[in-house]
């Protein structure tokens, strides 16, 4: 099928000679967008910041004993550059729609997380029963910021108009999302020492995966505009994806708020790594059950 956005970058994932999207089983789809941000600018640089660090990754990954890469095909889009929430919200909707309709896996990258819901939006209209399990330092319930409904800090709220929602690693939020989220029934896991199983337990059969990477402490991930002390580690947010592949139907999931700061390559390589692992979470389950 012709597309109007997917269309294939020159400058692809990992580096790896692309095959043609109608044999490939992930689609990265890069967006570069960011104009709600209320703290710190820089997400616009984002996907780029992973698309660099990740030509650095090493193919074979040691945890599933398979160089990912070569398992799975993997096509990485053109990136979009939506110039108002008008374009963000119509341009993203109809990208996953499309590569959902392909029975492809969409793994998107921020930009900021208002990128989310009209991924999701895409997928609840593909498939029953979703959940979305965003995995963030903020719960992003707001109704509204600054006269925006489809803002960063509202995205959760516009998911859950759709779909169910099960927040982790939340360490701030405001009284009225607090609130929201009991009489509405979120579900939210706080700070980071909670259990993984409860986390999958609490999401439907097939889920729509968020990782804001604020969720991370800002030790390990400084490169967010928001960062939050007293955050997750590296293996806790493995722990909980592979538990969640392992359990759940991933629909589709995404990367945001990377904030690339100059000369620290850390944060970006870490956020490519995770896309990595990702794909071989979704695509090579078995591997994952030796663990
Ligand atoms: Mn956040």
Redesign the pocket.
């Known amino acids: 099928m012709e597309s109007n956005y997917l269309k294939e970058s020159l400058d692809n994932f990992v580096e790896h000679p692309q095959k043609p999207l109608s044999e490939c089983k992930a689609v990265l789809l890069p967006v570069s967008f960011e104009a709600t941000a209320s703290y710190m600018k820089g997400t616009k640089a984002g996907p780029k910041a992973i698309i660099d660090a990740s030509k650095h990754l090493e193919w074979f990954d040691l945890e599933l004993g398979k160089e990912i890469v070569k398992e799975v095909p993997i096509f990485t889009s053109e990136t979009l550059k939506p110039k108002n929430v008008k374009g963000l919200l119509e341009s993203v909707e109809s990208s996953v729609k499309e590569i959902v309709s392909q029975k492809k896996f969409p793994l998107l990258f921020g930009g900021e997380?208002s990128i989310t819901f009209p991924a999701v939006k895409a997928c609840a209209s593909s498939f029953d029963n979703l959940s979305v399990l965003s995995i963030?330092?903020?719960a992003?319930l707001r109704n509204e910021l600054n006269g925006e409904k489809y803002s960063h800090a509202c995205v959760m709220r516009r998911c859950s108009e759709t779909s169910k929602i099960v927040l982790a690693g939340v360490r701030s939020l405001s009284a009225e999302e607090k609130k929201f989220a009991e009489k509405s029934g979120v579900k939210i896991f706080f700070g980071n020492d909670f259990s993984v199983k409860e986390v999958v337990d609490s999401c439907s059969k097939n889920v729509y995966l968020s990782i804001?990477l604020?969720a991370f402490d800002p030790s390990i991930m400084p490169a967010v505009g928001?960062p939050e002390p007293c955050g997750l580690d590296w293996g806790t947010v493995l722990g909980l994806c592979r538990e969640l592949f392992k359990r759940k139907t991933v629909v589709g999931a995404d990367l945001v708020?990377l904030s690339p700061i100059k000369g620290l390559r850390a944060p970006d390589f870490a956020a490519a790594k995770l896309a990595y692992k990702i794909l071989g979470y979704k695509f090579l389950p078995k591997a994952s059950e030796r663990f």
């Open positions: 997380h963030d330092a903020h992003d804001d604020d928001t708020e």
